[in-house]
């Protein structure tokens, strides 16, 4: 019998790999194995196509390409040329987007190029001149505040961690709460939706440079043209970070208002997430901001990735497709319907619901930290992550929410009947776990009580409700 093109392919890459380090081998066998079996319900993961992987596993690897189109530090960069082309006409097609840049490796790499060029737009400064003829991890500590005091300490106003904003968007532990000098808006309290006159409120007392739109937890829409209009009324750029939703944005679910890209003066992503291409990032402009944008590499990045260029190429051609609309509808279409089972059981939702691809469970309501949840549901075979909910009280480690999202599980085929068994297997794991104590007796945030013969069973269910859809079907490892 002879066997498809995929199987193929991936067999005899592995064949040849085997021959070299053959752990290697068998853990990229064991890496599908397990994807294959497990309930996979992270907001941020997806699983690319055999074409987007195979794109990245050639000789492209090996190319040095610095620069951009036409302007390279390297010589023999033609078909570097030809794939990066691709990748940003594409992406350009596929947002509507004047400028593209597919450079950045990964999603906060997006951001620092999206930064920079902000900064080298808006600022005139010596000692910004001085800091972008060096390396970025040259600069010390000194550096950034005397940077900073110079540029008058510059602003960003993002959305708070704990409402779901990203590090990135000024926040301590990344480079971004060094460059800038950070106020968040939260959601309101009552509703956990985002309240624009707030954000407009703190936008006219904190007058920042930057206002970023953009999140990793936040269950609902938001309101690009407003923020907009908020950005301009105190002479602020207005930057989305569309890392986890760019796939209902390619997919037009989110347009009009929703649609980031025709209102903010830059927009920044990563592919690999609802966007189901190579792990990457890319950044989108306007031609005001193009040519700096264009500096990301050498200004912050290393050299580019060719490989995944081509990847991105591969995966943002398949976007335009009209399946990947398909696709993207049906991902809102199985978290609402996963809301909805869980919220007919009884759980406790973030915003009592969602609009896009995640939802947010307040395991409070079952007496639960997110650590305790996350841990019961792994071992009852479901694969989610904590996350803190808004006024957390257990802080961004233990945190209260377990974080849930669908474009994987819609890769794979499952929909709205198979929604409502998750949020029955959810629900009945966090149901029957407990709390544990710790040795002197005091109540653990991080212990928990789960009898093993349910997680047992949850998982087995599980098991079979993937079983009848199986994950890279056209793919047989032998
Ligand atoms: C995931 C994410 C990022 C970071 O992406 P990486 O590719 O992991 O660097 C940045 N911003 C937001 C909003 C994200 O959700």
Same mark, same amino acid.
């Given at each position: 019998? #002879? ?40 907001? #941020?993961?997806?699983? !690319? ?28 960069? =033609? ?8 990748? !940003?006409?594409?992406? @350009?097609?596929? %947002? ?19 930064? &920079? ?26 550096? &950034? ?25 000024? %926040?301590?532990?990344? /480079? ?31 007058? +920042? ?11 609902? @829409? ?29 997919? @037009? ?6 649609? +980031? ?11 690999? @997430? ?17 040519? =700096? ?21 591969? !995966? ?19 978290? =609402? ?55 957390? +009280?257990?802080?961004? &480690? ?5 974080? /849930? ?26 149901? =029957? ?35 009848? %859809? ?9």
């Amino acid at each position: 019998m #002879s066997l498809n093109a995929e199987s193929t392919a991936f067999r005899s890459a592995l064949e040849v790999i085997r021959a070299v380090e053959p752990r290697v081998a068998d853990a990229i066998g064991a890496e599908l194995a397990d994807q294959r079996e497990s309930l996979k319900l992270i907001a #941020s993961e997806n699983y !690319a196509s055999p074409a987007t992987l195979l794109a990245m596993g050639n000789w492209f690897s090996d190319k040095y390409a610095e620069g951009t189109i036409g302007r390279r530090f390297y010589a023999g960069c =033609q078909n570097v040329d030809t794939v990066e082309a691709l990748a !940003a006409e594409h992406a @350009k097609e596929l %947002f509507g987007a004047a400028h593209a840049y597919v450079q950045p490796h990964s999603g906060i790499d997006a951001n620092l190029v999206a930064f &920079w060029a902000i900064l080298a737009d808006r600022v005139e400064s010596p000692a910004l001149k001085k800091a972008q003829v060096r390396q970025v991890n040259e600069l010390t500590e000194a550096d &950034w505040f005397a940077l900073r005091r110079e540029l008058g300490n510059q602003r960003m106003l993002g959305m708070s961690l704990d409402a779901g904003g990203h590090l990135t968007h000024g %926040f301590r532990p990344n /480079i971004s709460g060094k460059m800038f000098d950070q106020r968040s808006y939260g959601t309101d309290p009552a509703t956990g939706l985002i309240d624009y006159d707030k954000v407009a409120e703190a936008a006219r007392e904190f007058k +920042p440079l930057i206002l970023v739109a953009g999140y990793s937890a936040y269950p609902r @829409k938001v309101n690009f043209r407003i923020m907009r209009e908020i950005a301009d009324s105190v002479g602020a750029t207005f930057m989305v970070d569309m890392a986890h939703f760019a796939g209902l944005v390619a997919g @037009k679910v989110f347009t009009g208002d929703f649609d +980031p890209v025709p209102h903010a003066h830059i927009v920044t992503t990563t592919t690999h @997430k609802s966007l189901r291409g190579p792990r990457g990032g890319m950044v989108l402009c306007g031609p005001e901001l193009a040519d =700096q944008v264009d500096r990301g590499c050498p200004m912050v990045l290393g050299g580019p990735l060719p490989h995944v260029m081509a990847a991105k190429a591969v !995966a943002l051609a398949e976007a335009r497709r009209p399946d990947f609309a398909d696709y993207a509808q049906r991902i809102v279409d199985n978290a =609402q319907a996963l809301a909805d089972g869980l919220l007919r059981r009884g759980a406790k939702l973030v915003t009592g619901g969602t609009d896009n691809h995640l939802v947010l469970i307040d395991v409070s309501g079952y007496g639960l930290t997110g650590r305790q949840a996350e841990q019961a549901l792994l071992d009852s075979g479901i694969v989610t992550n904590r996350n803190a909910v808004p006024q957390d +009280p257990n802080g961004a &480690w233990y945190t209260s929410g377990i974080r /849930i999202g669908t474009p994987a599980l819609t890769t794979r085929g499952l929909g709205a009947a198979e929604m409502d068994t998750t949020a029955e297997l959810i629900h009945t794991v966090l149901g =029957q776990t407990t709390p544990g104590a710790n040795a002197d007796g005091t109540p653990s945030k991080a212990k928990y009580v789960l009898d093993p013969a349910l997680a047992e069973t949850v998982s087995k269910q599980a098991s079979d409700l993937l079983s009848g %859809f199986p994950l890279y079907p056209a793919v047989d490892l032998g």
